[in-house]
Nanobody
Framework: QVQLVESGGGLVQAGESLRLSCSAS????????MGWFRQAPGKEREFVAG????????RYADPVKGRFTISRDNAKNTAYLQMNSLKPEDTAVYFC?????????????????WGKGTLVTVSS
């Protein structure tokens, strides 16, 4: 079992930045690809970004390309999502998730473990 806890959410104005963290416990994080997902009010949960087990490969959803950066520090068992130039449409609950490394770079909701999410609100 992997337990994931997100932190770093909050209320910001459009154009500002936030960094989300995802702290893992229970298993060695380097055995898992990591992903960030989000769910806006009244919408389905969607993929945001994914990173391979050692951080050598990343993937982003089109709406966040060039603004968000996913990274990880396996020594700290933590993954991050740096979010710059935030827009009101980025408002959502953000979830981190882990998938066993052999199942490929995360890009869909087919993940093995999920955190409970952290709320990001961007005001205009």
């Amino acid at each position: 079992q992997v337990q994931l806890v997100e932190s770093g959410g909050g209320l910001v104005q459009a154009g500002e930045s936030l960094r989300l963290s995802c702290s893992a416990s229970g298993r060695t994080l380097s055995n898992y690809g990591m992903g960030w997902f989000r769910q806006a009010p009244g919408k389905e949960r969607e993929f945001v970004a994914g990173i391979s087990r050692y951080g050598t490969s990343t993937r982003y959803a089109d709406p966040v390309k060039g603004r968000f950066t996913i990274s990880r520090d396996n020594a700290k068992n933590t993954a991050y999502l740096q979010m710059n130039s935030l827009k009101p449409e980025d408002t959502a609950v953000y979830f981190c998730a882990a998938r066993w490394w052999a199942r490929g770079l995360p890009s869909t909701e087919d993940m093995d473990y999920w955190g409970k999410g952290t709320l990001v609100t961007v005001s205009s």
